[in-house]
C-alpha cells in the first residue's frame, strides 16, 4: 500500500544537538510540506518542496534546514539554532496542484 | 486578524444531536477550502473539500461564503466516533499550499 512513512515516532534530543527526522513516502507525489504543531496550536509550514533539488521556506524555517536529493525522501533536521524545538513534527506529500494532502504520523521531538 | 480562525471549543455535544463549526478567513484571494480531521495525538486526515455551492457527505455538509469569507461544517447525528478536533484548511493560492487553522475540539457524550 501507498503511503508516507515518518520516523522515529518519539525523539529526544539534548539541548545544542541537530537532530534528523525522516520522511518518505512511495505515493510517486512531487510536493512534500513539513510542518510543526504546538498543543492547541494550528500547523505552522516549515518548509517545502515541489520538485526533487528545490525547496522553499514556509512561515518558520528558521533552526531548520532539510533536503530534497530524491523525489520519495524530505528529511529535515532540526538544528541546535532553533530555540524551542520541542513539538509534534508533521510531513505531508500531494501532487502539485492537489491540496488533499497525505500526512505522515508523525515525530514528537522533545529537548530534554 | 488571522489568516484561519476558529472557535477551539470544547464544544461537548449530546449522541445523536446536530453541530455546527464556523470559520473564517482573512485572504480574500484564498482558492480552496477543506476540513480535515484530526484525533488525539494523530495526524490530520482530509475529511472533505468545501466548494461555493455547497457539498454533503453523508451526515456532513460543508459551505462557503466568500463574501463574507466564511466556511462553515455541519454535522448531524453525531456518533461517538466523531469526537476529534475538525481544522478549517485554506489555500492561500501560492506553491506553499496549505494554511491551517488551530482547530475546534468536538466531544460527543454518550
Known amino acids: 500500500d501507498g503511503g508516507i512513512t515518518q520516523s522515529p515516532k518519539y525523539l529526544f534530543r539534548k539541548e545544542g544537538q541537530n537532530v534528523t527526522l525522516s520522511c518518505e513516502q512511495n505515493?510517486?507525489?512531487?510536493?512534500m510540506y513539513w510542518y510543526r504543531q504546538d498543543p492547541g496550536q494550528g500547523l505552522r509550514l516549515i518548509y517545502y518542496?515541489?520538485?526533487?533539488?528545490?525547496?522553499q521556506k514556509g512561515d518558520i524555517a528558521e533552526g531548520y534546514s532539510v533536503s530534497r536529493e530524491k523525489k520519495e525522501s524530505f528529511p529535515l533536521t532540526v538544528t541546535s539554532a532553533q530555540k524551542n524545538p520541542t513539538a509534534f513534527y508533521l510531513c505531508?506529500?500531494?501532487?502539485?496542484?492537489?491540496?488533499?494532502?497525505?500526512f505522515g504520523s508523525g515525530t514528537r521531538l522533545t529537548v530534554v | 486578524r488571522k489568516e484561519v480562525e476558529q472557535d477551539p471549543g470544547p464544544f461537548n455535544v449530546p449522541e445523536g444531536a446536530t453541530v455546527a463549526f464556523n470559520c473564517t478567513y482573512s485572504?480574500?484571494?484564498?482558492?480552496?477550502f477543506f476540513w480535515y480531521r484530526q484525533d488525539c495525538r494523530k495526524e490530520p486526515k482530509l475529511l472533505m473539500s468545501?466548494?461555493?455551492s455547497g457539498n454533503e457527505d453523508g451526515r456532513f455538509t460543508a459551505q462557503l461564503n466568500r463574501a463574507s469569507q466564511y466556511i462553515s461544517l455541519l454535522i448531524r447525528d453525531s456518533k461517538l466516533s466523531d469526537s476529534a478536533t475538525y481544522l478549517c484548511?485554506?489555500?492561500?493560492?501560492?506553491?506553499?499550499?496549505?494554511?491551517f487553522g488551530k482547530g475546534t475540539h468536538l466531544i460527543i457524550q454518550p
Open positions: 505531508a506529500s500531494s501532487i502539485v496542484g492537489h491540496y488533499g494532502y497525505t
Open positions: 505515493l510517486n507525489h512531487d510536493a
Open positions: 518542496s515541489q520538485i526533487v533539488n528545490d525547496f
Open positions: 485572504n480574500s484571494a484564498s482558492q480552496s
Open positions: 468545501v466548494y461555493s
Open positions: 484548511v485554506v489555500l492561500r493560492g501560492g506553491a506553499d499550499g496549505l494554511t
